[in-house]
């Protein structure tokens, strides 16, 4: 029978439906997605028909993106019925809804509403064939003539009929209107104005920025950098291109050794925001495996469906490319420095060319750490980005809403239209497990300095201002390192019973590597247990005070380091280093990293947790 053909949902449509459907005179609304990255833009505007009992929602995949993979399985986590493209195009619905020109959007019955997955339409995309609508297509870069912008010009925007395929093109900003009559006037009387839903959710979760800044284990006084890439080789993390001098080149490989290398591990957190055609079209385990040492270094590499906008948030300043990522770090005022900035394959007309041209760009030949000092210090907001990302900020769900109901034909639902507020990320700690480069100085008694490279750090080769030792997480891939470390640690729960206790894991620690002096098993985010070679453990706890912002907490591993520095001080005074023990058991330590004090209790582990 032909309900019975393969693959095909017989629940809540298909040709005996009305059988087995317990609400069976429901609107429908078909979502159709072309990839992963166009999903993430319709995953925003499903929540305007919750609570809606009239509204049956269901979803297809056109299959014409190269980006397919990842698509399955995100359509799979929505819950919402999977038809089949054959089967989709086949149903009756009331609303078609998709967030790109993919496949053959003019196959369906029910009216077609388009949103951009983008700060609107500022690329230029080859054009695609006209029976099978590709946009993944390619810059459009060595053509003869410049290739037209993706979703204004005809190809895109008509049937082979020369009518619009959409009966409503959803834009953010009048100017897209006006580039879009001029471009193409006869799709010109299907745009509607209603907003950017991706942007008023951003906007709406401003109040939580220091949230999200300790979900991605960011501590008060650390500046967070986001290196971001939106997909081709022209891209940030592309591996050729025009690049940031115009020479062409792999930007983001020099950058990464050179985050490790010039930036210090308590200063500063790192975190990537890669495009999900990179994601999905390398695929997630090549992406983790390209940035291993990175990420081991205390790099976070960022969900690219669920945690970008957060990230973005919580951002100090932004290395990005001409994606969309980065012109909204710019409407939300981050500093951004372009380190990739092909501008032949944006409409120059676009707001996006105007501060492309404007921005700040990476020099790759000078510091990076200095570039960015720069570029947080004398930033100055270019009023574009925030003019040009959306002229009705927060409007966008009851601008779509409204659309939506009257493409159907029927009442809006009682309830006021609203979006989902972005949700918290888990907390991640961004635990270094590469060998770490310390360079400490003790300032005064019982004060200490500490630099903690997961590079080489400044020095390398000379004489450093100060006193090196090195310091190991004991699950670094560097197993060779662990005999040569004078600070081993880990973290952990206090009560793992792996570990025993962090009593016994750092007897065990001290026994198993003689070389090393001083074992700390970090145990929360502002605590650690020590013990020092030949005495007993003891508990280093950050110290609260009245006012945060002056005196804070640092990563405990760093006070194992700081207290490391300052038993092994050469003092002209007699002192041994039990007595400078005791002497931190009474007093604390003060520890200084950047320009931020951080002040240390030390007290005698009791009761002992064990004897080790």
């Known amino acids: 029978m032909e309900f019975r053909r393969a693959g095909w949902v017989r629940v809540p449509v298909g040709d005996d439906a009305a059988r087995w459907a317990t609400r069976g005179k429901c609107l429908r609304v078909l979502v159709v997605v072309h990839n992963v990255t166009a999903a993430t833009r319709l995953l925003d505007v499903l929540p305007l028909f919750d609570d809606d ?15 397919a993979a990842g698509t399955a399985e995100l359509l799979a986590d929505t819950g919402v019925p999977v038809l089949p493209w054959e089967q989709a195009a086949e149903t009756e619905v009331d609303l078609v809804v998709s967030a790109s020109f993919g496949g053959q959007l003019d196959v369906f019955s029910g009216k077609l509403a388009i949103l951009s997955h983008g700060v609107g339409y500022t690329k230029r995309l080859a054009t695609p064939d006209t029976g099978h609508r590709t946009p993944d297509t390619g810059s459009g870069a060595g053509a003869a003539a410049p290739a037209p912008v993706f979703g204004l010009a005809p190809p895109w925007l008509l049937s082979p009929r020369g009518t619009p395929i959409a009966d409503a093109l959803v834009l953010s900003h009048p100017e897209q209107y006006e580039r879009l009559r001029i471009a193409c006037p006869e799709a010109a009387p299907t745009a509607v104005l209603a907003g950017d839903p991706c942007y008023d959710r951003i906007l709406a979760a401003r109040p939580y920025r220091e949230r999200f800044r300790r979900a991605l ?6 500046r967070l950098v986001l290196l971001n890439s939106t997909w081709n080789s022209e891209s940030l993390f592309g591996d050729g291109g025009e690049g940031p001098s115009g020479g062409g080149g792999d930007v983001v490989a020099a950058l990464l050794n050179r985050v490790a290398d010039e930036f210090p591990v308590d200063e500063y957190r790192f975190a990537a925001v890669l495009h999900p055609n990179i994601w999905h079209g390398h695929g997630p385990g090549q992406i983790r495996a390209w940035l291993d ?5 205390g790099m976070a590499l960022i969900d690219p469906l669920t945690g970008w906008r957060q990230a973005l948030l919580a951002a100090d300043a932004v290395i990005g490319d001409h994606g969309s990522v980065t012109y909204y770090a710019a409407a939300l005022g981050t500093p951004v420095l372009l380190g990739a900035v092909p501008l032949h394959a944006l409409d120059p007309d676009a707001p996006i060319s105007a501060f492309m041209r404007e921005a700040p760009r990476l020099d790759p030949d000078a510091s990076l750490a200095a570039q960015i000092d720069e570029v ?17 900020p927060g409007e966008s769900a009851v601008r779509l809403r409204k659309l939506f109901y009257s493409m159907m034909g029927v009442s809006e639902p009682g309830g006021p239209a609203s979006l989902e507020p972005l949700p918290l990320p888990g907390y991640e700690a961004g635990t270094v497990t590469v060998p770490l480069r310390v360079l400490t100085r003790v300032l005064g008694p019982g004060e200490v300095a500490v630099s903690r490279w997961a590079g080489t750090g400044p020095g390398a080769g000379s004489d ?10 004991e699950d670094t891939r560097e197993v060779d390192r662990l005999e040569l470390a004078d600070v081993i640690f880990r973290d952990g729960e206090p009560d793992d019973p792996r570990f025993g206790s962090p009593s016994i894991w750092t007897a065990e620690v001290l026994r198993r590597h003689r070389g090393c002096s001083l074992a700390a098993y970090v145990t929360g985010p502002s605590e650690c247990v020590v013990r020092v070679r030949g005495e007993e453990p003891l508990r280093m706890m950050a110290v609260p005070d009245a006012d945060p912002e002056d005196v804070s907490g640092a990563d405990p591993a760093a006070y194992a380091s700081a207290l490391h520095a300052w038993l092994a001080t050469d003092s002209r005074e007699a002192v041994t280093a039990r007595a400078r023990l005791a002497r931190a058991v009474t007093d604390g330590l003060v520890l200084r990293t950047g320009d931020r004090l951080h002040r240390v209790r030390v007290d005698p582990l009791t009761p002992p947790d064990s004897a080790g």
């Open 53 to 67: 009992l009239r509204v049956q929602l269901l979803v297809t995949c056109t299959g014409s993106s190269a980006f």
């Open 217 to 222: 284990g960011v501590r008060p006084g650390q």
């Open 293 to 297: 040492r990175a990420r081991r270094g």
């Open 376 to 392: 947080i210090r004398c930033h100055r907001p270019l009023p574009g980005p925030a003019e040009f990302t959306t002229s009705v």
């Open 464 to 473: 450093p201002d100060g006193e090196l030792h090195v310091a190991v997480h």
